[in-house]
C-alpha cells in the first residue's frame, strides 16, 4: 500500500476515525489491528516473518529479565535471539549474493533462491535486536504485555522505512492513549504535504533522468556527472520526503518519532553528514556495534599493543578508526545484497577512520595556515568537499555494479556533454516536456535550498506557519497541493519509495 496512493490516504483516514473515537484505554489496539491490516495488505504471507521477529524477542526479553542474576544465562538468551533474527535477515537477503560469489569463483552454476523479502524486514529487526539489548544491559524491563511489544515492531507509520525507533522513547507515547488535538493535527498535515512535495516534485521528477542515465550509462557517458548529481536530489527528496510523510501520520496519532534527517548537504564532513542523514541508523550503529567493539577486551588489548609499538597518539586513534571502518561495512552490508553496497560502507569507512588518524595533523596545519574554522569561505568550502565526497559515494549506492560505479566516475572526469540532458526521453511520446521537468526540478531545489537555509538558521517553519492568519496558512497549502497536482508524478506512474526496499 503505497504511501502516495489514494487506497492509503482511505486507510488512514479511517484509522485516524476510528482512534479519536474509541477509548484511549483502547487506542493502542486499535494502532496494532490497522498495522497489521497494513501489514499484511503487503502479502498475507510475508507477516510469518514480522510474528517470528515479534516472538522471538519478546521471549528472549522476558527470558532474560527472569534470569537477571545469572549472567552467563542471560548472555545465552541474548546470543540466541539475536542469531535467530539476524540469521533469518541474512538468509533473505545475502543467500543469493553468496551463491553469486561462489559461483564466480567456482564456475559451477549454482541455483539462485527465490525468497519472499518482507516488507521493512531491515528496519524492524534492528529495532527489535536494539531493544533486546537495551533489556540485556538492563536499560529498562522487558514489556510483559506480548500484544503491547507487537505494536513497538509493527507500528505502521515506521515499519517501511523506519525511523529505527527506540523502547525507550515510543512505548509509553504508543500505549498511553491521546486526545484530539487540533494544531497537532494542523502541523502533522503540514509535514505530509511537505514529504509528498519532496517526494513526488522533486524525487520522482529527478528519477525519470537517473533511470536513464544509470541504466543505459554507455550512451550517456557525458552525464554521468548531470545523473550523479540529480540522484542525490532523487534519493534526498525520496528518503527525507518519506521520512515527513510517515513522521507526520505518527503525528496524527500524537506519536512524536525520532529524527531521521538534518539537512545533510550542509554537513562540513563525512562524520558530520552521518550524524545529518540517516540518524536513527547512525546512533543505532553507535550504540550496539560501535561502543561495544570499540570497548571490548580484544579492542582493549589492541589498543596497548598499538602504543607499544606506533605511540600514544597512533594507539589512541587506531582502535576507534577500525571500529568505525567496521561500522561502515555493515552500514554498507545493510543497504544491500551487492558487493557495490560493501564498497559504498568501506568508502565512508575510510573517509572517516583516516579523517580521525589525521585529526591532529589537519589541525596543525590549519594553525600554520592562519585558518579561521569559523570562517564563511572556510565553511563553505568544507560544505563544498563533503557534498563532493557524498556525491562520488551515490555512484556506488546507485550503480549496478561497482565496475559501473567506477566506470561512472572516470566519466565524470573525462567526459561532460550537458546538452544530452535535454535529449532524454521523460515521457512515453519523448522529450516533448523535458526541458519543462528540468525548470520544475530547478523551482523545487530552489524552493528546498531556501527553506533549508531557514531551518539552519533555527527558524521553525511549522510553528511560524501556524500562527499565521488562516488566509495566509490555506494560500500555503494550496499552493503546496497546487504543485503536487501540476509539477509532481502522480502514484501511478512514480516508484515506490527507495529505502523501503531494504
Same mark, same amino acid.
Given at each position: 500500500?503505497?504511501?502516495? !496512493?489514494?487506497?492509503?490516504?482511505?486507510?488512514?483516514?479511517?484509522?485516524?476515525?476510528?482512534?479519536?473515537?474509541?477509548?484511549?484505554?483502547?487506542?493502542?489496539?486499535?494502532?496494532?489491528?490497522?498495522?497489521?491490516?497494513?501489514?499484511?495488505?503487503?502479502?498475507?504471507?510475508?507477516?510469518?516473518?514480522?510474528?517470528?521477529?515479534? &516472538?522471538?524477542? *519478546?521471549?528472549? &526479553?522476558?527470558?532474560?529479565?527472569?534470569?537477571?542474576?545469572?549472567?552467563?544465562?542471560?548472555? =545465552?538468551?541474548?546470543?540466541?535471539?539475536?542469531?535467530?533474527?539476524?540469521? @533469518?535477515?541474512?538468509?533473505?537477503?545475502?543467500?543469493?549474493?553468496?551463491?553469486?560469489?561462489?559461483?564466480?569463483?567456482?564456475?559451477?552454476?549454482?541455483?539462485?533462491?527465490?525468497?519472499?523479502?518482507?516488507?521493512?524486514?531491515?528496519?524492524? $529487526?534492528?529495532?527489535?535486536?536494539?531493544?533486546? #539489548?537495551?533489556?540485556?544491559?538492563?536499560?529498562?524491563?522487558?514489556?510483559?504485555?506480548?500484544?503491547?511489544?507487537?505494536?513497538?515492531?509493527?507500528?505502521?507509520?515506521?515499519?517501511?522505512?523506519?525511523?529505527?525507533?527506540?523502547?525507550?522513547?515510543?512505548?509509553?507515547?504508543?500505549?498511553?492513549?491521546?486526545?484530539?488535538?487540533?494544531?497537532? @493535527?494542523?502541523?502533522?498535515?503540514?509535514?505530509?504535504?511537505?514529504?509528498?512535495?519532496?517526494?513526488?516534485?522533486?524525487?520522482?521528477?529527478?528519477?525519470?533522468?537517473?533511470?536513464?542515465?544509470?541504466?543505459? *550509462?554507455?550512451?550517456?557517458?557525458?552525464?554521468?556527472?548531470?545523473?550523479?548529481?540529480?540522484?542525490?536530489?532523487?534519493?534526498?527528496?525520496?528518503?527525507?520526503?518519506?521520512?515527513?510523510?510517515? #513522521?507526520?501520520?505518527?503525528?496524527?496519532?500524537?506519536?512524536?518519532?525520532?529524527?531521521?534527517?538534518?539537512?545533510?548537504?550542509?554537513?562540513?564532513?563525512?562524520?558530520?553528514?552521518?550524524?545529518?542523514?540517516?540518524?536513527?541508523?547512525?546512533?543505532?550503529?553507535?550504540? *550496539?556495534?560501535?561502543?561495544?567493539? !570499540?570497548?571490548?577486551?580484544?579492542?582493549?588489548?589492541?589498543?596497548?599493543?598499538?602504543?607499544?609499538?606506533?605511540?600514544?597518539?597512533?594507539?589512541?586513534?587506531?582502535?576507534?578508526?577500525?571500529?568505525?571502518?567496521?561500522? %561502515?561495512?555493515?552500514?554498507?552490508?545493510?543497504?544491500?545484497?551487492?558487493?557495490?553496497?560493501?564498497?559504498? /560502507?568501506? *568508502?565512508?569507512?575510510?573517509?572517516?577512520?583516516?579523517?580521525?588518524?589525521?585529526?591532529?595533523?589537519?589541525?596543525?596545519?590549519?594553525?600554520?595556515?592562519?585558518?579561521?574554522?569559523?570562517?564563511?569561505?572556510?565553511?563553505?568550502?568544507?560544505?563544498?568537499?563533503?557534498?563532493?565526497?557524498?556525491?562520488?559515494?551515490?555512484?556506488?549506492?546507485?550503480?549496478?555494479?561497482?565496475?559501473?560505479?567506477?566506470?561512472?566516475?572516470?566519466? &565524470?572526469?573525462?567526459?561532460?556533454?550537458?546538452?544530452?540532458?535535454?535529449?532524454?526521453? $521523460?515521457?512515453?511520446?519523448?522529450?516533448?516536456?523535458?526541458?519543462?521537468?528540468?525548470?520544475?526540478?530547478?523551482?523545487?531545489?530552489?524552493?528546498?535550498?531556501?527553506?533549508?537555509?531557514?531551518?539552519? =538558521?533555527?527558524?521553525?517553519?511549522?510553528?511560524?506557519?501556524?500562527?499565521?492568519?488562516?488566509?495566509?496558512? @490555506?494560500?500555503?497549502?494550496?499552493?503546496?497541493?497546487?504543485?503536487?497536482?501540476?509539477?509532481?508524478?502522480?502514484?501511478?506512474?512514480?516508484? /515506490? %519509495?527507495?529505502?523501503?526496499? %531494504?
Amino acid at each position: 500500500m503505497a504511501l502516495t !496512493s489514494v487506497k492509503f490516504l482511505l486507510f488512514l483516514l479511517t484509522s485516524v476515525a476510528g482512534y479519536y473515537l474509541i477509548p484511549r484505554k483502547f487506542q493502542w489496539i486499535w494502532l496494532l489491528l490497522f498495522s497489521y491490516i497494513y501489514y499484511m495488505a503487503s502479502g498475507v504471507k510475508l507477516v510469518v516473518f514480522l510474528l517470528f521477529t515479534t &516472538a522471538t524477542t *519478546y521471549g528472549a &526479553a522476558r527470558l532474560i529479565d527472569k534470569k537477571r542474576k545469572n549472567k552467563k544465562a542471560g548472555k =545465552r538468551i541474548l546470543i540466541l535471539g539475536l542469531f535467530l533474527n539476524f540469521g @533469518m535477515l541474512g538468509i533473505l537477503k545475502y543467500t543469493n549474493l553468496i551463491i553469486t560469489s561462489v559461483n564466480h569463483i567456482s564456475g559451477i552454476e549454482f541455483p539462485f533462491v527465490n525468497f519472499l523479502l518482507p516488507l521493512g524486514i531491515s528496519f524492524y $529487526t534492528f529495532q527489535s535486536m536494539g531493544y533486546l #539489548m537495551d533489556v540485556y544491559w538492563g536499560r529498562f524491563h522487558a514489556e510483559k504485555n506480548p500484544f503491547r511489544f507487537a505494536l513497538f515492531v509493527s507500528f505502521f507509520p515506521q515499519i517501511m522505512q523506519g525511523p529505527i525507533g527506540r523502547y525507550n522513547r515510543m512505548a509509553s507515547q504508543l500505549y498511553e492513549g491521546h486526545s484530539f488535538d487540533w494544531n497537532r @493535527m494542523e502541523r502533522a498535515c503540514q509535514l505530509m504535504l511537505w514529504g509528498f512535495f519532496k517526494k513526488m516534485v522533486l524525487a520522482d521528477n529527478a528519477a525519470l533522468f537517473v533511470n536513464a542515465i544509470f541504466d543505459d *550509462y554507455q550512451t550517456y557517458q557525458g552525464l554521468s556527472i548531470a545523473g550523479v548529481l540529480l540522484y542525490s536530489v532523487q534519493l534526498y527528496g525520496d528518503f527525507s520526503g518519506g521520512m515527513d510523510v510517515v #513522521m507526520g501520520v505518527a503525528n496524527l496519532f500524537g506519536i512524536q518519532m525520532d529524527e531521521n534527517f538534518k539537512r545533510p548537504y550542509f554537513a562540513r564532513s563525512i562524520t558530520d553528514f552521518w550524524h545529518r542523514w540517516h540518524i536513527t541508523l547512525g546512533t543505532w550503529m553507535k550504540d *550496539y556495534v560501535f561502543y561495544p567493539f !570499540s570497548l571490548s577486551k580484544a579492542m582493549g588489548r589492541f589498543g596497548r599493543y598499538a602504543k607499544k609499538k606506533f605511540g600514544k597518539q597512533l594507539g589512541r586513534t587506531l582502535p576507534i578508526c577500525i571500529a568505525n571502518i567496521v561500522v %561502515f561495512l555493515l552500514v554498507g552490508i545493510w543497504h544491500g545484497a551487492a558487493w557495490k553496497f560493501i564498497a559504498y /560502507g568501506l *568508502y565512508n569507512g575510510l573517509i572517516i577512520g583516516v579523517s580521525g588518524l589525521l585529526t591532529r595533523q589537519f589541525r596543525s596545519w590549519k594553525k600554520k595556515l592562519h585558518i579561521d574554522d569559523k570562517a564563511p569561505w572556510f565553511v563553505m568550502l568544507q560544505i563544498l568537499r563533503t557534498f563532493l565526497l557524498v556525491n562520488i559515494s551515490w555512484f556506488f549506492d546507485r550503480a549496478d555494479t561497482v565496475g559501473q560505479a567506477l566506470t561512472m566516475f572516470k566519466n &565524470a572526469l573525462t567526459r561532460t556533454d550537458w546538452s544530452m540532458l535535454t535529449g532524454i526521453q $521523460t515521457t512515453a511520446g519523448g522529450n516533448t516536456y523535458t526541458k519543462l521537468i528540468l525548470a520544475i526540478l530547478l523551482f523545487g531545489c530552489m524552493v528546498l535550498f531556501v527553506v533549508s537555509i531557514l531551518q539552519e =538558521r533555527g527558524i521553525q517553519i511549522r510553528e511560524s506557519l501556524s500562527q499565521k492568519p488562516l488566509v495566509v496558512k @490555506m494560500a500555503v497549502y494550496l499552493a503546496l497541493l497546487f504543485s503536487l497536482s501540476v509539477m509532481g508524478q502522480m502514484p501511478l506512474s512514480s516508484g /515506490g %519509495f527507495i529505502y523501503a526496499q %531494504f
